[in-house]
């Protein structure tokens, strides 16, 4: 009899481990699976349907390291390499921010506000491309620019590009809006750094890049620049769309009022939270 486990007893361990730590919560089982699936080899489904299958040595030893750096905090997407966003598999490396599911308010609500066909529309510091990307995936008749101040982000993000065969998005390296030059947009979209830098939160997000998290002291700072400098780079009747902390809508708001936007309202992710900010740039 072989005494290597079966995958409904790496998976019990597993979520044991993760549960216990607490800090790594909520989502222990599901953490346990996409780490187990990716030792195998295999999809979820396949592990769900054979909790019987006896793993070999070699591939339970992968898979209980991966578990190690797990519970000391690494998000599963690092240890996986990949994380879907909106209809798209993403690699995703240290460089960018793994993104979260709550980004896809913006892409809904970009595909909400501007029906026609050939807009121009910028995704400003877009890490791993996701916006942009699954922006492409929708509207492939779209004019797509996606910036980011980092060359590590943006490698990511073309060749997430290149996998998906979305070959309609221009990669520009810049600050904001240094990289759209004097080009006007449809829209302008971003999910800029907005915790502030002494956040108690920042703790739990140490493997990710600081820089796409915090803009520093001042949790407004980007969110108030963008706001600022959008409208030199809208057409008359295009709107800016910001994430933003489920506690920033209120002060979103009034920077975008302060700027000059009217339709400013904040939209609610599907946990209730204040998510997002958009507004219209209707002066000319
Ligand atoms: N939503 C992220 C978080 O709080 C922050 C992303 C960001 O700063 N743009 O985990």
Redo the contacts with the bound molecule.
């Keep these: 009899m072989s005494g290597d486990p079966t995958v409904a007893a790496l998976l019990d361990e597993a979520a044991a481990r993760l549960g216990a730590g607490g800090a790594v919560a909520p989502g222990p089982d599901l953490d346990a699976q996409l780490l187990l699936a990716y030792s195998l080899g295999v999809t979820r489904v396949r592990l769900k349907s054979h909790p019987e299958t006896v793993v070999a040595a070699a591939a339970a030893r992968r898979f209980r390291e991966l578990l190690q750096r797990r519970v000391r905090g690494e998000p599963v997407a690092y240890l996986t390499g990949i994380r879907d966003f909106w209809s798209l598999p993403l690699a995703v490396t240290p460089a960018v921010?793994v993104p979260?599911p709550?980004t896809e308010l913006l892409v809904e609500r970009a595909l909400a506000l501007h029906a026609g066909a050939g807009a121009r529309v910028a995704d400003l510091g877009t890490g791993s491309g996701a916006i942009a990307l699954a922006l492409a995936a929708e509207r492939p008749d779209w004019q797509l620019v996606a910036t980011d101040l980092s060359a590590a982000a943006l490698a990511v993000a073309r060749a997430n590009a290149a996998a998906l065969g979305l070959t309609g998005v221009e990669f520009r390296q810049g600050d904001w809006f240094a990289p759209l030059a004097a080009g006007r947009f449809d829209l302008l979209i971003s999910?800029?750094?907005?915790?502030a830098g002494d956040d108690p939160?920042l703790a739990a997000?140490a493997f990710e890049p600081r820089a796409?998290?915090t803009p520093g002291p001042d949790a407004l700072a980007c969110l108030r620049l963008l706001a600022q400098g959008a409208p030199r780079h809208l057409v008359r009747g295009g709107w800016l769309l910001l994430?933003h902390g489920t506690d920033q809508g209120e002060a979103v708001r009034r920077e975008l009022v302060l700027a000059g936007f009217s339709h400013v309202r904040s939209q609610r992710d599907l946990a209730g939270h204040e998510r997002m900010t958009e507004g219209q740039h209707d002066q000319i």
């Design positions: 921010l979260r709550e999910n800029p750094p907005y915790v939160a997000l796409a998290l994430e």
